[in-house]
């Protein structure tokens, strides 16, 4: 039986709820989590509660960004230095929370600073995702756009969590994604045993 590999766990959570306040996704991306074998690392990190400079696109003016500073750097020291990036996003629109967006643009400009390595060893990473809503046909539309991002990157897919969200504890009602989350990382690593030759 497989056992998820001992990796370096990115968990970004977007959820824009007040400082303090445990929403839907964070609890069930913490159930995920908790079974995640010792010798893994968690980092995680709160997008909505970070300073994060709005994405300017240089790609035809200067063609070019200077590095990261502040939270900003952060955040991609953390991308940088993860072996899975789990996105804790709820579904805000059909999409993305802005936060979340704002990273994800960032991508962009980090593809292009001089001297930094970013699209290539994205490549060997796996994202997945952790999300709450109303409604699961509602989840798709983001969770499509989520796979296209990886596909870009040439980044493995974990799968996606959803759960039945709404007010914070909604979701813990929801069985079936309580029982998928004690099974989510193990699934990611079965599908990624299947891949090795
Ligand atoms: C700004 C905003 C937009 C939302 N848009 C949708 C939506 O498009 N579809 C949906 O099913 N739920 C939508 N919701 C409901 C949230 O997805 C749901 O309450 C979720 O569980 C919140 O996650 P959290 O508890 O982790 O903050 C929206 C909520 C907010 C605040």
Known sequence: ???PHCLQHLFLSTSSRAPGQVGNTEW???RAADTLPAGSTQTWHHLAHMDLPPFIDQRHTT???QPPVGDMRTLLDATLAAEHIVFVSPVYWYSIPSPLKTYLDHWSAWMRVPGL?????MGAKTLSLITTSGDRA???PMIDSLILCAKFLGMRWGGALWGQGGPPGAVQA???AVAEANDFFQAAARSTDALRP
């Open 1 to 3: 039986m497989s056992t």
């Open 28 to 30: 069930l991306a913490r």
């Open 63 to 65: 063609g070019s960004y």
């Open 117 to 121: 390595a970013f699209k290539e060893p």
């Open 138 to 140: 509602r989840a798709q």
């Open 174 to 176: 929801d069985a079936r």
